[in-house]
């Protein structure tokens, strides 16, 4: 049997983005989207916030950052990890082989709303599918000289199945958060209507 990879490639990404991914995205609100389910978390803020030391961005708002990254690294919100997913995960690649508009940390207009960050990840995502799409079969077994050195030498194919893993992963983090943000806390759980703790008989 004849494998068509490349249909395979985005098969993998795309059914997971229509389905499952993007559906649960669905209503997320501003409170949930800068929500610090930690102390010292990485967000997104207004500029006149700036949480890190190398907060990057040039709208109104910046990502925290920086370099080298504390250990462990800091719990991230939900804006944070949308904000990686569309400059650093998609967004930059699809400037670099699909010819889209380019994009970085440093200069990225970072989102100051849910409803904009979702606009912005749609618009990442459908450069990104799209340009993988239109890759044959060459292309996806030639070297990718990828941004990251870390990738620079594997064929564009393996960059591919990174950034399926990246979207899917960071996915289900955000999803994961969206979760406890709905839920009530432990506190909250354990406690009668009186405030004491509720003992189990």
Known sequence: MEIDWNEQLVAQLDWHWRHQLRPRLDGLSDDEYFWEPAAGAWNIRPRDRVGTASAAGSGSHVIDWATPEPHPAPVT??????GHVIVGVLGMRVAHYFGGPKTDYETFAYAA???????????????????????????????????????????????????????????????????????????????GSNGRMKVRS
């Open 77 to 82: 919100t939900i804006a944070w990890r949308l």
């Open 113 to 191: 709303t849910a409803t904009e960050a979702l606009r912005q990840l749609d618009e990442a995502y459908e450069g990104w599918i799209a340009g993988v799409r239109g890759l044959d079969a060459d292309a996806l077994g030639a070297p990718s000289d990828d941004l990251w050195d870390t990738y620079r030498h594997w064929p564009l194919a393996a960059v591919v199945l990174h950034v399926n893993r990246e979207v899917i992963h960071h996915g289900a983090e955000i999803a994961l958060l969206r979760d406890l943000y709905a839920a009530p806390s432990a506190d909250q759980s354990r406690r």
